[in-house]
């Protein structure tokens, strides 16, 4: 099992920076894929980045260029670096972690980023 717990939401204005955190703890060895989602108000759930396997980095078109992901595997913490924010941007944002050889997918309770016109 692996637990996520996300911290580093708020309020801020549009132009502004903000870094989300995600403490991962548990059997963290078993994550294959780590990364970010977001769900605003009325829409889907959207793939903003993630890690994978060899360290490669991805990221959804909306945040290509603004955001940056990264980790600290010391710490069994994943960062979201948000930087040039949007009022589009504003969302419930949710840590993901995949197991793949179980088929496992993990979530973590989600920080709400609210982003001012």
């Known amino acids: 099992q692996v637990q996520l717990v996300e911290s580093g939401g708020g309020f801020v204005q549009a132009g502004g920076s903000l870094r989300l955190s995600c403490a991962a703890s548990?059997?963290?060895?078993?994550?294959?894929?780590v990364g970010w989602y977001r769900q605003a108000p009325g829409k889907q759930r959207e793939f903003v980045a993630r890690i994978s396997s060899g360290d490669r980095l991805d990221y959804g078109v909306s945040v290509k260029g603004r955001f940056t992901i990264s980790r600290d595997s010391a710490k069994n913490t994943l960062y979201l670096q948000m930087n040039s924010l949007k009022p589009e941007d504003t969302a419930v944002y949710y840590c993901?972690?995949?197991?793949?050889?179980?088929?496992?997918?993990?979530w973590g309770q989600g920080t709400q980023v609210t982003v001012s016109s």
């Open positions: 993901n972690g995949r197991d793949n050889l179980r088929g496992l997918n993990y």
């Open positions: 548990g059997s963290t060895f078993s994550l294959n894929v």
